[in-house]
């Protein structure tokens, strides 16, 4: 069932206020650059793999994923990157599944999660991420310069997700390196490159930006060859009956 970012919104507000606080004193910096990994100069796509038993946009994926197995086979191939959803309460996620993931592959692996308060980046880095999904609409314009601050003094990479063009400013302003625009028709997750369509135009040259959503066929890469760094997947992903197949076709189709 599909889910508003105000309504996971909601449901993280009170998530956190039960959270207890955390110790940051053996936080590490990483040492696996996201950033580097999924930018292409837009000269061909990058491709993200998001491991999640369900998300907001496409409801329930897999109850029980060895996601351990699915880290190990996707690692074999040219995979930019690993996404690992770990909100529990829409996406069922945790953060050992992050660290779980983290320590299958040598790919930097990125959280997605409802980042709302600062105390998250150093948690996820705890955890074994290399990148922090932020989204613009969730804080505000100064707290979100201050998340991607705190992930770069970390060596993370803070991609920020963005709806609108003035998102896309409001990111560029924070001293985002990657945007990640969303790409789902609704009300039943189809995929929809109107939104790409419309800001990918925008995105300042010096910026990657990522497509998120339901690409399973090559010929839905097309329309952003030449315009984006790469695409982000989950529900391919976890719903390929075997992944590292699916994986290797997909890439092959993304390098053009």
Known sequence: MYLSLSDWMARKKEALGRAARLDVRNVTPSTRDFTHAVSTRRSSLSVVAELARATPEEGHLAPMPDYQAIAAALDDTDLAAFAVATDKEVCQGSLPDLTLVSRATTSPVAQRDLVM????????????ADAVLLHAAAVIPADLKAFVEIAASLHMAAPVEVRTEEEVQVAAAAGARVLVIPAFGHPHAALSLELANALLPRVPRALAPLVRGPFYRPEELEPLRGKADGVWICEPVMRAGDAGAFMREFLAAAAG
């Open 117 to 128: 308060v600062r105390e998250q980046l150093y948690q996820a880095r705890l955890a074994g």
